[in-house]
């Protein structure tokens, strides 16, 4: 799972993170396996040259996010199972995001971990961050009850589980506000930030579908697999907090919206580039 989990520090928009969108994406649809040639030839549709997105290919099969496979004669690649079962979780995530309701639970991760586990200690707060848990003390984090499963996961990867207790609580009281208390148990500037970027960067896309159909083309699938890329790490980091605990000005929803519209006009165009994509990579193969 850690070397799975690496891939989320891909940063967004570079030739790694766009490649692992496009293959978390599309792989799936396409049988669970695609051709070298595919893959080479959608990335191209981004701007990427064959030998930058071969080199991409390689980083993430070091990351065991895919492994080569020959099928009929021609090189190709398919997902290991860790990542098959981190992209089931990153699609929960990206098209359903979290956001958590007054009455909803919470769960606190209370972990004793001795120095000679430091390493995974470490990797604890990593992995609890990631899925955008927040710290109470260095000890305690706390998350919504919706993500026990996933904590539970992570725990018991790392055999951990003996060293931490699970509380399961409502709404935590607090000596000051619960606004205060959250800004100092999550980023929540940074996480606003991301937010603010993807209104900024994509805000034209989501426009596209009041002004006219969107039609399958390089263009769409760029703008599309660009979109997906810029979002698919917020749905980690925001842990959806219920409105008490946000600034007034939370973009989170605005940022949610667009993401709606954008799937709604750009997916299916999108899905039949690369279709037809296939279909020409293929017929050239066999010639």
């Known amino acids: ?141 706390i998350c919504p009850d919706s993500l026990r499963v996933e904590v539970e996961e992570i725990l018991s990867d790392l055999e951990l589980r003996d060293m931490a207790t699970i509380f399961v609580t409502d709404t935590p009281l607090v000596g000051g506000s619960l606004r205060d208390a959250a800004s100092k148990w999550w980023d929540l500037d940074a996480v606003a930030e991301l937010h603010s970027d993807f209104i900024r960067e994509h805000g034209a896309a989501g426009a596209a579908r009041a002004g006219a159909a969107v039609h399958s083309s390089p263009d769409a699938f760029a703008t599309y697999v660009q979109c997906i890329d810029r979002w698919r790490i917020i749905p980690y980091l925001d842990p959806g907090l219920p409105s008490a605990f946000l600034p007034e000005d939370w973009p989170g929803g605005e940022g949610a919206d667009l993401f709606r519209r954008i799937v709604a006009a750009y997916a299916e165009p999108s899905a039949e580039f690369v279709r037809r994509t296939l279909k020409e990579t293929a017929g050239v193969t066999a010639s």
Request: glycine share 10%; charged share 25%; aromatic share 6%.
């Open 1 to 141: 799972m850690s070397a799975v989990l690496d891939d989320m520090d891909s940063r967004p928009g570079s030739t790694t993170s766009l490649l692992r969108t496009v293959i978390g994406l599309y792989l799936r649809d396409a049988g669970g396996w695609m051709s070298a040639k595919d893959i080479v030839a959608l990335m191209a549709a981004l701007g990427t040259s064959g030998t930058v997105s071969r080199t991409a290919l390689g980083r993430l099969r070091k990351k065991d996010v895919v492994m080569q496979e020959v099928r009929n004669g021609v090189p190709g690649f398919t997902l290991t199972d860790g990542a098959s079962a981190m992209l089931a979780r990153g699609d929960r995530r990206v098209y359903h995001p979290r956001s958590m309701s007054a009455s909803d639970p919470w769960c606190l991760i209370s972990f004793s971990i001795p120095e000679t586990e430091r390493e995974k200690r470490h990797q604890l707060r990593r992995r609890l961050h990631w899925i955008g848990c927040g710290t109470v003390a260095a000890g305690l984090w």
